[in-house]
T-cell receptor, first 111, second 115 residues
Framework: GENVEQHPSTLSVQEGDSAVIKCTYSDSASNYFPWYKQELGKRPQLIIDIRSNVGEKKDQRIAVTLNKTAKHFSLHITETQPEDSAVYFCARGSTLGRLYFGRGTQLTVWP | DARVTQTPRDKVTEMGQEVTMRCQPILGHNTVFWYRQTMMQGLELLAYFRNRAPLDDSGMPKDRFSAEMPDATLATLKIQPSEPRDSAVYFC?????????????FGPGTRLTVL
């Protein structure tokens, strides 16, 4: 239905390794897929987004891929750093402009 | 660097008291969202407005919560009477929504504690 499933709920990686977070959805009308990063005690911040007419988008060490046929999208962080540690939320946008969020992934990057 | 602002940042109150939270959206944005964040429920959408008109408030407990946009620069979320289960961080977000734009930008949040 409306929800977005996000996995894993927690992820621990060594500094320098890659991290991948995956989200799935079921509403085929969704056309906008943002990712937010929330540090402890701070606001969620938009870090990257992708629209349904694009399969991949990259911004320095972060990239997002979208498979509309399979209805899943993923966040990839390469060369992770301790400052990447945060909770990451995926979301899908509805035709009315609201966002449906996943439950979040707590990423911890160990130095 | 335009940002959404919220006041107060922290609020501690006693059960039964009225709480009013305020939000100033980014100038030019046409849509304002109110979210509640808790560990158990994650990010929940409470209500949202487009051009100051309420679009959906189905996420709000109607008996005690109310949301308004008295003008384009102010959105308010009111709880009366407050209960301990209302303790959470309340975020306001704004965006210029309409094809091709969907981005939402969050304010710093109001941390509410109801004793």
């Amino acid at each position: 239905g409306e929800n977005v499933e996000q996995h894993p709920s927690t992820l621990s990686v060594q500094e320098g390794d890659s991290a991948v977070i995956k989200c799935t959805y079921s509403d085929s009308a969704s056309n906008y897929f943002p990712w937010y990063k929330q540090e402890l005690g701070k606001r969620p911040q938009l870090i990257i987004d992708i629209r349904s007419n694009v399969g991949e988008k990259k911004d320095q060490r972060i990239a997002v891929t979208l498979n509309k046929t399979a209805k899943h999208f993923s966040l990839h962080i390469t060369e992770t750093q301790p400052e990447d540690s945060a909770v990451y939320f995926c979301a899908r946008g509805s035709t009315l402009g609201r966002l449906y969020f996943g439950r979040g992934t707590q990423l911890t990057v160990w130095p | 660097d335009a940002r959404v602002t919220q006041t107060p940042r922290d609020k501690v109150t006693e059960m039964g008291q009225e709480v009013t939270m305020r939000c100033q959206p980014i100038l030019g944005h046409n849509t304002v969202f109110w979210y509640r964040q808790t560990m158990m429920q994650g990010l929940e959408l409470l209500a949202y407005f487009r051009n100051r008109a309420p679009l959906d408030d189905s996420g709000m407990p109607k008996d005690r919560f109310s949301a308004e946009m008295p003008d384009a620069t102010l959105a308010t979320l009111k709880i009366q009477p407050s209960e301990p289960r209302d303790s959470a961080v309340y975020f306001c977000a704004s965006g210029l929504v309409g094809p091709p734009y969907n981005e939402q930008f969050f304010g710093p949040g109001t941390r509410l504690t109801v004793l």
